[in-house]
């Protein structure tokens, strides 16, 4: 199952004092996807209060909707990892003398968004003729005295912006602010406002009394590095790019598409901190009996420098359970006696620095086999050029597009009415339910009926349009035949689908 099936609700349900505040300070509106996660997607996971603060519009020297839409898509990005609807509240981020946005989840008010839409600097600081050849680091270096808004707002001087910033930091009150590269200077082959936006972080750091922990992140030059993000930690990061990147023509948008883009697939697929930070993976999550051994999975943490890691896990959420080994990178325990739900974090250290914490979700039922997939499979209709036929909802991968479309089932233009159906020859015992629409932003089913070979039926709501998994309760029937009827599905649907349904029981006679 994904993390993020079950681990927003989870998280809400067995809460602890909040965590802390994370400020993120980036030029564009893709740079924290790209370069600071997945230790972003591990701080909203886990409860932080998550600012990110875009110093740049991202204009790239284009017009006034190109920068919109870039915000848009970080909007987006945000809330799939949150797992909220996308949608946002406005208000004026209270930068003394300067107009700045400040959006926030309205679902999850611990996240949220400041774009001060100063000019995209360019490669190499040079600027775009149409906003004047401003640029960050120009201003850092003095080449200007000041740079305007590309919205017409206002504009900062070298101090002012020094100042801004150390405004929103001392507002905020975060713990750990994470930014991009202060260390290495231009010329590197990493992108001007890269450094630019790193330098003035500092600065403004410099100024607070109440210094939080300074990180920064490798940008462009991670084309050098090898891959250490994997597994769950993997698709995740790259589904909150995809979101984001519906709005950016200028980057890929899906797994197919990203393959064959030797950038953006590599930095998809790496975090490298100047710290020579570790990057802590706490495995995928599983589905468990009742009084069974589960063992937790922890070796894709990696350290940068291959230095040896020291664990640290720790049950942070259900039932408490009693964690075996857990100094180790597979962590065992004995789960309790009744369903419930279990959460785990991983903290991985190299003797220097630590890294940010993972998170895992253990859910224990009752009948834990998934029956699912050992069911014939029919439907209404399929997509069979594209390869999104019925038997791809039993093939135990949640995924579909846009990671991989041929991970999932979609019908040839079915809408409303669609139906797939599970059958098996001997009568089964089915006790819960889990249904994952496909993870893209058009085709979404926002109702429906699972209906049973006694007659009987489940109405269920929207399903998650990232393909999160719905959960529904059975309460123990025996049947033979379970049949998923769409009834509602969004206006933007063209093929409406699924990517996995997972069915927990087992066979009758057992």
């Known amino acids: 199952m994904k993390l993020r099936t079950i681990l927003s609700a989870l998280l809400s349900l067995h809460a602890t004092p909040s965590p802390g505040q994370i400020l993120n300070i980036v030029p564009h509106q893709d740079d ?50 949150s797992d909220a609807p996308d949608s946002w509240s406005a208000e004026d981020a209270g930068i003394p003398g300067h107009e700045a946005p400040l959006f926030t989840l309205n679902q999850n008010p611990n996240i949220s968004l400041v774009f001060l839409r100063l000019p995209d600097g360019n490669l190499q600081g040079q600027g775009f003729e149409v906003t004047g050849s401003e640029s960050l680091r120009k201003l850092w270096e003095g080449g200007v005295s000041s740079i305007h808004t590309v919205s017409g707002s206002g504009s900062y001087t070298r101090d002012e912006l020094v100042n801004a910033l150390g405004h929103l930091i001392a507002g905020f009150r ?5 930014t991009l590269d202060f260390i290495h200077s231009y010329g ?66 899906s797994g197919l598409a990203c393959q064959s ?31 069974s051994i589960v063992t937790l999975d922890g070796t894709q943490s990696l350290d940068p420098n291959n230095m040896t890691l020291a664990y640290e ?26 369903p419930g739900t279990l959460v785990f974090e991983l903290v991985v250290r190299n003797g220097k620095t630590s890294s940010s914490p993972a998170v895992v979700v253990v859910t224990t039922v009752r009948h834990p086999e998934n029956i699912a997939l050992k069911a014939r499979v029919t439907a209404s209709s399929a997509n069979v050029g594209s390869r999104q036929t019925p038997e791809k909802v039993i093939d ?34 089915v006790s819960r339910i889990v249904l994952y629409d496909r993870p893209n932003l058009d085709d979404q089913i926002t109702g429906g009926t699972v209906e049973f070979d006694d007659g009987s039926r489940i109405e269920f709501g929207e399903l998650d349009n990232y393909g999160t998994g719905k959960s529904l309760d059975v309460e123990d029937r025996v049947v033979r035949n379970v049949t998923v009827v769409v009834t509602a599905v969004s206006p933007s649907t063209l093929n409406v689908g699924l990517s996995e349904v997972q069915i927990f029981g087992a066979s009758a006679s057992s």
């Open 396 to 429: 135990a991968r949640t995924g579909g597009f846009p990671a991989d479309h041929t991970n999932e089932w979609a019908t040839a233009g079915g809408q409303s009415g669609s139906w797939l159906s599970l059958s098996w020859e001997s009568p089964q015992l």
């Open 188 to 253: 590197d082959g990493d992108h001007s406002d890269h450094h630019s936006t790193a330098f003035f972080a500092k600065a403004a750091l410099e100024a607070y009394e109440n210094s939080p922990v300074l990180t920064g992140y490798m940008g462009y030059p991670a084309i050098n590095k090898t891959a250490n993000v994997f597994g769950a930690d993997l698709l995740e990061k790259q589904l909150a790019f995809y979101a984001y990147a519906r709005s950016d023509p200028n980057v890929c948008n």
């Open 313 to 338: 896990w720790t049950q942070v959420g259900g039932l408490p359970v009693d964690l075996v080994n857990s100094e180790t990178s597979r962590p065992f325990f004995t789960t309790p006696d009744e």
């Open 174 to 178: 975060p713990e750990r602010l994470n």
């Open 32 to 81: 924290d996807l790209l370069f600071l996660s997945p230790d972003l997607l591990h701080n909203i996971q886990t409860g932080h209060a998550v600012r990110t603060v875009f110093i740049t519009a991202g204009d790239s020297g284009r017009g006034s909707s190109y920068w919109q839409d870039r915000e848009k898509g970080s909007q987006a990005a945000y809330a799939l990892m």
């Open 261 to 291: 883009n030797e950038y953006y697939s590599w930095w998809l697929g790496c975090e490298y901190r100047l710290d020579g930070g570790p990057v802590s993976n706490a495995g995928s999550a599983q589905v468990a009996g009742l009084k």
